[in-house]
């Protein structure tokens, strides 16, 4: 069982290059997530997406856009990489149903804007 | 607005016990989830509170008052493996099962 999925692992773009982060999951979670965390931090939400064709804003969603086409991917994508932008990025899913549902977390991407 | 707040860093010897709070002012309240992160790594699930009192899971246990805004995490018989971050998550609400974080506690573990 993969679980999320998601590629590169790691990454060097130029000021102003674009990017996609890829993310899969093979769980059926209706629920997906992408959170950025910069050194010694916590966890910030940049989007998020309830279901195939649903996507909305977190708490930093500037400089990012997402998609939702299937239940299994959620994709990321970066189009005028600024420094400010280094950090890891992870992409988690969820089921929706019981309370207690826990995210389940990639192993992240490091991204590296210089 | 949301905040969540968490000593930066604990230290602790091996064989110990070791407890790491966690407290919180957040818009609504519908469960607390307790994440651990090794550097390096993706967060795993450790624990989950939604009512008052004590969750107990082999060596790591949960406590929750929602009266005080307050959670810990309390780790028993310390290994060197349980070197790692621990992060503390509060879902304000049900939609989207959205999380918000504090900005973790990095535990060092002595022999």
């Known amino acids: 069982n993969a679980g999320v999925t998601q590629t590169p692992k790691f990454r060097i773009l130029k000021i102003g290059q674009s990017m996609t982060l890829q993310c899969t999951q093979d769980m059926n979670h209706n629920y997906m997530y992408w959170y950025r965390q910069d050194p010694g931090m916590g966890l910030k939400l940049i989007y998020y997406s309830v279901g195939a064709g649903i996507t909305d804003k977190g708490e930093v969603p500037n400089g990012y856009n997402v998609s939702r086409s299937t239940t299994e991917d959620f994709p990321l994508r970066l189009e005028l990489a600024a420094p400010s932008q280094t950090s890891v990025y992870f992409c988690?899913?969820?089921?929706?149903?019981?309370?207690?549902?826990?995210?389940?977390f990639g192993d992240g991407t490091r991204l590296s804007i210089l | 607005g949301q905040n969540i707040d968490q000593p930066t860093e604990m230290t602790a010897t091996e064989g110990a016990i070791v407890q790491i709070n966690c407290t919180y002012q957040?818009?609504?309240?519908?469960?607390l989830f307790w994440y651990q992160q090794h550097a390096g790594e993706a967060p795993t699930f450790l624990s989950y509170?939604?009512?008052?009192g004590l969750e107990e899971k082999g060596r790591f246990s949960s406590f929750l008052s929602r009266s005080k805004g307050y959670s810990y995490l309390l780790l028993k018989e310390l290994q060197m493996k349980d070197s790692a971050s621990y992060l503390c998550a509060v879902r304000p609400n049900n939609a989207g099962n959205m999380l918000t974080f504090g900005g973790g506690t990095r535990l060092m573990v002595k022999p």
């Open positions: 957040t818009s609504g309240f519908n469960g």
């Open positions: 509170n939604v009512l008052d």
């Open positions: 988690a899913s969820s089921l929706l149903g019981e309370s207690n549902q826990p995210q389940h």
